[in-house]
């Protein structure tokens, strides 16, 4: 028996035509993987298996699940081998790529607010932490976004140095400071408070604001400015 692709669906349900009758806006999460799958196993329909990839944790991100998924993660589902799981990894990456060039066109950050929504799913469930510098121009346009580091579940390090030879590289005059705590409770560290001091004592002599340092819970945040720690 041949792997059941879109082929055996009905053809009122099929993604194909679908996207030639209305677009492909109108179609699912799981029916737009499906596209991407082509097939799926001998006992399972490709959109059958796009409903197995999207159920992949219990976080319910839907879609969003591809970009923190793994190629080892992929590869234990029934019916995604090595090349489905790579096919996927690259569909995620290209829409991440495509996204933040749509953003670096023109997206402000004018409060804590604008950058905990629009970095919320991104990092929430992340297993380390990560510290992201937001480089901004005086209109509070992001010049553009830089991974500093990649630490332990517990423990990254960001150099004052390093961020501020990035703000003046790039002609920033205001920068944001943004890093995740795996735990999902986004209460700042003594050692989180002593960094942000020092980061804006740096910038004061530098002439570089520094606006924020938004930590990154599970579906919550603290913004150190809100908080008066720095103004």
């Known amino acids: 028996m041949n ?68 190629l080892e993660e992929l590869c234990q589902i029934d019916g995604v081998g090595r090349v489905k799981a790579i096919q996927l990894l690259c569909v995620a990456e290209l829409s991440k790529r495509m996204s933040q060039k749509t953003r ?12 905990a929504n629009h970095y919320m799913q991104r990092m929430r469930h992340l297993e380390t932490e990560e510290v992201i510098l937001l ?24 150099s004052p140095r390093e961020v501020f030879i990035y703000a003046l590289r790039h002609q920033a005059v205001q920068i944001v400071l943004l890093h995740n705590h795996p735990s999902g409770n986004p209460v700042p560290s003594k050692d989180d408070i002593n960094l942000t001091l020092r980061m804006a004592q740096s910038g004061k002599l530098l002439g570089v604001k520094v606006v924020d340092h938004i930590i990154i819970g599970d579906n919550v945040y603290v913004s150190m400015a809100n908080e008066k720690i720095i103004d």
Do not use: C, M, Q, W
């Open 135 to 158: 480089l901004l121009n005086s209109k509070y346009k992001l010049l553009k976004e830089i991974k500093l580091s990649k630490g332990t579940v517990n423990a990254s390090l960001a």
């Open 104 to 115: 670096s066109n023109g997206i402000y950050f004018n409060s804590a607010d604008d950058v």
């Open 3 to 70: 792997n059941l692709t879109i082929k055996d669906l009905p053809v009122s349900e099929r993604p194909y035509e679908k996207v030639e009758n209305y677009g492909a806006e109108f179609l699912s999460d799981a029916e737009l993987l499906a596209v991407i799958l082509r097939s799926g196993t001998k006992s399972k329909k490709s959109i059958d298996l796009a409903h197995d990839i999207l159920r992949l944790n219990d976080n319910n991100e839907g879609l969003l699940i591809l970009y923190n998924a793994t």
